[in-house]
């Protein structure tokens, strides 16, 4: 399915000033609501048009979207081995370097796992072709364009979903799905449409408020006069007005004449509240995309105290999510079924972590004192080099050497 844009290009039409279907015509200043649906917008109650697009302008949107794909693309994608007993990363693999090097030639795995994410979070689905070699070996990860792909649900239930890229129908297996949350599990529903009244609401406030001080931030007052003013008069005073004291000059000192009056306007208690309003629309963004309201810079209810536990909970309950949905696209289509046994994918969370170091020396001095990690592995996570007698698993708070046997005195009888 190829996105609106592409398909009027393919067409053939290079200057679209207005569309009609069934007796309804719409143009790109007064669109109706199909065509704000075929763009994967729509008109809500505030009376703006909502899309991942332009919702994306909104910077509480923006530092929501952003927080969660950049933390994504932020932690290290690591293939791990099962070995008996024993899991390690391994570094010898070629996965390694296309999840943690380079998705493709020309982007970074990084960028890669953002921009995917990205497109998850805005517009419900985000889609990578995995370019394999002759036997089937995963060599590079591309992202494909929302719109370029469509997924549609079998009519027999048991099979799994088809894939179309530019109306073709392609093997599932060559591609990567990262899906925001939905009601079927097939196709992925976009926050920004599932939610758009409240993200139509934050963007009215910020329209109000952008027009309030265009104007100079709001009609400071009325002039009134005793004598009746022609039209020609009263436009002719309100010019004046304006010109002496509206936009950057207002706050001077007014000079009336025809026995005017000036009655200043007071904020209204819907006025007072505007701040209110915008707050509450800031925190139900943060619940729309899942991340506390201190990623969002609302620090209003942050301390010292808690702002690592907000961190945590963001891992948790927001993060926590996307990093499971990518791990198990990754697992089912990069490795092999014949390796699944043996080989497995997952992000390091605690790569979060790395910048408390009280909080990490304090981990590692419990995981060492109780024999769950050895010193040198501690050192390694750290990029420290080994050093001698550190792969013993022992608590250094307990462990000693034996004492030496006492040595009794001899006597000799005299």
């Known amino acids: 399915m190829l996105s609106p844009f592409k398909w009027f290009k393919g067409s053939g039409v290079t200057d679209v000033k207005s569309i009609e279907v069934k007796g ?62 024993a899991t390690k990363p391994i ?11 380079n998705a493709n030639d020309w982007t970074p795995a990084a960028s890669f796992f953002e921009q995917v994410t990205r497109d998850a979070l805005l517009h419900g689905n985000g889609f ?19 719109g370029d792909v469509s997924v549609q649900a079998d009519t027999d239930a048991l099979n799994p979903p088809i894939y179309r890229l530019a109306g073709h129908v392609v093997d599932r297996n060559n591609l990567l799905h990262l899906r925001a949350p939905s009601l079927d599990c097939v196709v992925g529903q976009s926050p920004v449409t599932a939610c758009r009244e409240a993200i139509g609401i934050l963007m009215a406030i910020e329209a109000h408020v952008a027009r309030l001080f265009g104007n100079g931030a709001r009609p400071s007052g009325v002039l009134a006069f005793a004598d009746t003013l022609t039209a020609e008069a009263a436009v002719k005073a309100k010019a004046t007005w304006q010109a002496a004291h509206g936009g950057g000059r207002s706050g001077g000192t007014a000079v009336l004449d025809r026995a005017a009056t000036y009655s200043p306007i007071s904020l209204s208690s819907v006025d007072a509240q505007l701040l209110e309003v915008w707050q509450h629309a800031v925190d139900e963004i943060a619940r729309v995309f899942g991340v506390p309201p201190h990623l969002l810079f609302d620090l209003g209810r942050a301390t010292w105290g808690n702002a690592g536990e907000m961190g945590a909970s963001f891992l948790r309950f927001g993060l926590n999510r996307w990093l499971r949905a990518w791990e198990g ?35 590692y001095q419990k995981l060492v004192a109780a024999r769950v990690m050895t010193p040198n592995e501690a050192r390694a996570r750290e990029g420290l080099p080994p050093k001698d007698g550190g792969d013993e698993l022992m608590n250094p708070f307990t462990t000693s050497a034996a004492p030496a046997p006492i040595q009794k005195a001899s006597t000799n009888a005299s």
């Not at 609501?33 to 994967?40: G, I, K, Y």
């Not at 072709?129 to 929302?146: F, Q």
């Open 24 to 85: 309804e015509t719409s143009t790109l200043s007064q669109p109706t609501d199909w065509f704000l649906q075929l763009l994967d917008a729509a008109t809500v109650s505030s009376g703006v048009d909502v899309s991942p697009m332009n919702a994306m302008r909104v910077p509480a949107v923006r530092r929501a979207v952003e927080s969660i794909a950049e933390g994504v693309s932020g932690l290290p994608c690591v293939v791990y081995e099962t070995a008996g007993a």
């Open 128 to 146: 990578a072709w995995i370019g394999r070699t002759g036997d089937g070996s995963p060599v590079e990860l591309i992202r494909l364009a929302p």
């Open 91 to 101: 570094a010898d693999h070629p996965l390694v370097d296309l999840l943690g090097g």
């Open 329 to 363: 696209e990754l697992n089912l289509k990069l490795v092999a079924p014949e390796d699944r046994r043996r080989l497995s994918i997952e992000f390091d969370p605690d790569a979060l972590t790395r910048t408390d170091l009280a909080a990490r020396a304090d981990a």
